[in-house]
């Protein structure tokens, strides 16, 4: 866990290029803040410490995109839904693995770490995306 | 200020809306003030306007920044103040706001506010992509969603929770077709049957083609003012009675509520309680059918009928022209068209013109409330105005 690391959205890629999944914990109210955001959208605290997060949950609500932007084009049709973690935060993702028809609200999902291509145009972030259990 | 009239309109103007091949935004802008000039023969545009606000989303679209200047140079207002407001969709539902402030606080008395887009010269793959700016791009867009995909997680946790059906979503396209086909601007002026909705291609499911708005070109605008000044400008002003806006979490997949736009709901009741109207007062509404879900989910936030029970009130037939609460008369976004900075005041227009009976074919009789509802991205920003015959 990179201590001194700064609570950004940019962290936050990196991590997940490192396969975890981390949030910031508000020192002073203890907010969890997934994705980690450098001031507390609480009590406007600037001090965190990172927590991991149980990288499964359950698919809260989905989609299945036809249209899709062009950088998504040749997976399309594919899903996308938000995912609830174990400890209640969410985040929104591709749910591959499974055929769109076989999907289910409240179907449990884990994360699947993608990684980043160094010689990326920003951003140069991985993606990541959500699978059967 | 409970109940008394906040600002008075004076005038109003809407450009045609629909594919408008060879001409720019500030043209179109242009089209719409010349109707709220010719309207409001009494008022001098150059002597009276002393601001102008603008709602407009995308400089993409026409490489073209800086349109608040760019307006008021097009339709001759020379030095006076003009600010471009943007908040996605809700760009000039925003701008009506802050011209509302602008009265209110005594610095301008009389103010022009509206909106405009141009945006039918991109091909469909960009335009898209520009409007989902509007959402949130780190988590959302660039793991692959697109901007009707954030309403469809909408609609299938409606119809999860509620168990709305796509028909009652197509119910809502097919209704508002209806009313566009009696709109002379609206950009689509022919009806649908359920089964062409039904069965249109699917988008991000379960939204089809035909539970979309459409990507539309115009403009549209108001001319407001004081309710002490009004009467020297027109016999038939139109009262706004109540302003709410309110915003939320940029990303969806935050909010605690998927089956509602919360936003949406704090600007009604602020609406509501500023005006000391109920639900049930409202004559006539328009509201923002970006997606037919929204419309449904804006029946429940503005409570026309309690959560859930969307899907019924469209199915009684009460929110078409003749039933209880005629919502989206003018056709709506779904068919009157979606140039996204001029929706909030092309809203205002079709309340307008219910209000002092000139809708024609598709009158509301004896309209005497009107709402708008206005929703910015996925309802990261929401305004919602109640108007009255003064």
């Known amino acids: 866990m990179s201590e001194n690391a700064p609570f950004t959205i940019e962290q936050f890629y990196k991590h997940i290029n490192q396969g975890k999944l981390l949030g910031g914990r508000c020192i002073k109210c203890g907010k969890v803040h997934l994705p980690p955001r450098p001031l507390c959208n ?21 989609t299945v995109i036809h249209i899709a932007p062009s950088q998504f084009q040749s997976l399309a049709p594919y899903a996308m839904g938000i995912i609830e973690l174990a400890n209640g935060l969410r985040l929104p993702g591709m749910v591959n693995g499974l055929p769109p028809e076989q999907i289910k609200i409240g179907m449990e999902l884990k994360m699947d770490f993608g990684t980043c291509a160094l010689n990326q145009p920003w951003p140069q972030w991985p993606r990541y995306c959500f699978s059967p259990l | 200020m409970k109940g008394k009239p906040l600002v008075s309109i004076v005038s109003v103007g809407l450009s045609k809306f629909g594919k408008l091949e060879g001409l ?5 802008f242009a089209e719409a003030a010349k109707e709220a000039f010719d309207r409001c023969p009494k008022l001098d545009p150059k002597k009276d306007i002393q601001a102008l606000y603008v709602g407009h989303m995308g400089e993409s679209y026409e490489h073209q920044g800086h ?22 969709c809700a760009s000039s539902g925003a701008a009506l706001r802050a011209a509302i402030c602008a009265v209110r606080s ?21 335009v898209t992509e520009y409007l989902a700016m509007a959402s949130d791009y780190p988590f959302e867009q660039w793991n692959g969603m697109t901007f009707p995909g954030l309403y469809a997680l909408m609609a299938t946790a409606h119809m999860h929770e509620y168990g709305t059906t796509e028909r009652q979503l197509a119910m809502i396209a097919v209704k508002n077709h209806y009313h566009g086909s009696l709109n002379p601007k609206a950009h689509m002026q022919k009806e649908i049957t359920l089964e062409t909705a039904l069965s249109s291609r699917v988008v991000a499911w379960p939204l089809k083609l035909y539970d979309c708005s459409l990507i539309t070109d115009g403009a549209s605008c108001i001319i407001l003012t004081t309710p002490e000044l009004a009467r020297k400008f027109t016999d038939t002003p139109i009262d ?3 302003s709410g806006q309110a915003g939320d979490t940029i990303g969806l997949y935050e909010r605690k509520s998927l089956t509602s736009i919360t936003a949406a ?5 602020k609406a509501y309680e500023m005006a000391q109207v109920n639900p049930g007062d409202i004559d006539v509404a328009e509201v923002h059918d970006c997606f037919t879900i929204a419309e449904l989910i804006a029946y429940e936030d503005l409570a026309f009928c309690k959560p859930g029970q969307g899907g019924s009130l469209i199915e009684k037939g009460e929110t078409k022209l003749g039933g209880r609460i005629p919502v989206n008369t003018s056709g709506g976004l779904k068919a009157k068209g979606h140039p996204v900075g001029a929706t909030g005041t092309a809203q ?13 074919k598709r009158q509301v009789k004896d309209a005497e409330i009107g709402l708008t509802h206005n929703v910015g991205g996925s309802g990261a920003t929401a305004t919602v105005h109640i108007y009255r015959r003064a």
């Open chain 2, 348 to 360: 205002a227009y079709e309340i307008y013109l219910q209000l002092t009976g000139q809708a024609d």
């Open chain 2, 265 to 269: 709901k704090v600007a009604a009741q």
């Open chain 2, 24 to 28: 720019y935004a500030r043209e179109i």
């Open chain 1, 42 to 62: 609480n009590c406007y605290s600037k001090d965190f410490e990172w927590v991991e997060i149980p990288s499964t949950g359950k698919l809260i609500t989905y």
């Open chain 2, 67 to 88: 349109t608040g200047a760019t307006m008021a140079d097009w339709i001759g207002l020379g030095h006076v103040p003009a600010t471009r407001t943007e908040a996605a």
């Open chain 2, 106 to 126: 005594g610095l301008s008395d009389v103010v022009m506010v509206g909106g405009v887009e141009k945006m039918t010269h991109r091909p469909t793959a960009e």
């Open chain 2, 240 to 242: 706004i009675v109540g």
